[in-house]
């Protein structure tokens, strides 16, 4: 039986203090631990202040680091690091988020040697796949998903600490959801490449996340779908009352 997964990326949003009053919020709110796993991925500003509010809460919610980069320190203007992010108290990483595919044009290469990375560390990796809107009109979508999981996960031997998001780019900060059956059609396809790479037991236990638009009114149906693990919410995690709508769904 796969634990659901409700995900926060705050993406490039919120101050130290709005970070830290909105894990506040959440971390003061009656949420059923026990029957949904809770991450907040903040910017990489805001990794410290959110874990210590989690940490002083004692609340069993994840913190994640938005990306990483793959040296662990250098002459690198700009860039993050792995123990960086750890020391900060982050325990996964998002990798391969479309932002970072499309606006930084982020390869499927540098992504997986993120993932590896990331795993020697004893870290978790959400890493998210999604095809373009034009590749889902011509009829591209699954081929481009099965390839950025196949190459994303290269060489990666178990999946044990890896969630795989879907999420089509076309239905990211747009108000536009995949239908809850066209997102499970796409879960199926993933889940049918992983059993075919790592076999039927890792497939059955793999966490497939749908993000995409996920709002309250929306999240019901989409957790109602058999391989939908949970969900990876931008903008609706934004706000601790929509979010937690989407945790308690
Ligand atoms: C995301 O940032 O991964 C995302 C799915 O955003 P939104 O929920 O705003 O579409």
Redesign the pocket.
Known sequence: MRKPLIAG?W?MFLTVEEAQALAKSLCDSDIDYSKCDVLLAPSFTNIYAVHNVVKAAGKPIKVAAQNVYTEDSGAFTGEVSLPMVKSAGADSVILG?SERRNVFGETDEFINAKVHKVLKAGMSVILCVGELLEERESGNANSVVVSQLTKGLANVASLSDIVIAY?PVW???TGKTASPADAQAMHKVIRTSIEKLYGKAAASEVRILY????KPDNVTSLMAEDDIDGA?????SLKAVDFLKIINY
């Open positions: 990326n993406k988020h999420e239905a990211i900060g993000g995409g638009s996920v990876l919410v931008g903008g609706a």
